[in-house]
T-cell receptor, first 111, second 117 residues
Framework: SQQGEEDPQALSIQEGENATMNCSYK?????LQWYRQNSGRGLVHLIL?????REKHSGRLRVTLDTSKKSSSLLITASRAADTASYFC???????????FGKGTKLSVIP | GAVVSQHPSRVICKSGTSVKIECRSL??????MFWYRQFPKKSLMLMAT?????????EQGVEKDKFLINHASLTLSTLTVTSAHPEDSSFYIC?????????????FGNGTRLTVT
């Protein structure tokens, strides 16, 4: 069953602006991960946040996790045209390597 | 960094033929690999978990006789789409984790675009 649901489905912003994507899930998790996919390519791991963590940073990326609301957000600051891609959240349950992916947010950054 | 290589990147085949897709972990050993299928503008759907030296575990609704998975070594898993039909046309992606422990990211191949005519 589909676990993560990203919101919005599509987002278009100007270069330099911040982009925020949200993800909601339904069951308990061990960790939540964000991935990026350029068109027609595989996925690239961006950041992993464990269930006992609330916020994590990596460069221009900031991820938050609220397990009480079963939601996460990915913030990309000072966006660049090269950030144009689809972004997926994925959840892993306890004791499992398997990831369940959301439907993704397609981000377009306009130069 | 860890690299997963997937081959071929694109394949076109005729209906009724079989196609083999390879997934290799280039600089690490992967006891477990995962095969996903992605429809246009859709999310990734887990098809099966490939376990080295044992049978693959298929997700509900995935035909194991149609999507044959072989994980004969710690660096190679193959997915064979048998008797392919146009509805099998899709983007297939493999992944593996080189770290131990469940809090480990997956590394993905670049995917294979299968078109069945």
């Amino acid at each position: 069953s589909q676990q993560g649901e990203e919101d919005p489905q599509a987002l278009s912003i100007q270069e330099g602006e911040n982009a925020t994507m949200n993800c909601s899930y339904k069951t308990s998790i061990n960790n939540l991960q964000w991935y990026r996919q350029n068109s027609g390519r595989g996925l690239v791991h961006l950041i992993l946040i464990r269930s006992n963590e609330r916020e994590k940073h990596s460069g221009r990326l900031r991820v938050t996790l609220d397990t009480s609301k079963k939601s996460s957000s990915l913030l990309i600051t000072a966006s660049r045209a090269a950030d144009t891609a689809s972004y997926f959240c994925a959840t892993a349950g306890a004791g499992s390597y398997q990831l369940t992916f959301g439907k993704g947010t397609k981000l377009s950054v306009i130069p | 960094g860890a690299v997963v290589s997937q081959h071929p990147s694109r394949v076109i085949c005729k209906s009724g033929t079989s196609v083999k897709i390879e997934c290799r972990s280039l600089d690490f050993q992967a006891t477990t690999m995962f095969w996903y299928r992605q429809f246009p503008k859709k999310s990734l759907m887990l098809m099966a978990t490939s376990n080295e030296g044992s049978k693959a575990t298929y997700e509900q609704g995935v035909e194991k006789d149609k999507f044959l998975i072989n994980h004969a070594s710690l660096t190679l898993s193959t997915l064979t789409v048998t008797s392919a039909h146009p509805e099998d046309s899709s983007f297939y992606i493999c992944s593996a984790s080189f770290q131990t422990g469940y809090n480990s990211p997956l590394h993905f191949g670049n995917g294979t675009r299968l078109t069945v005519t």
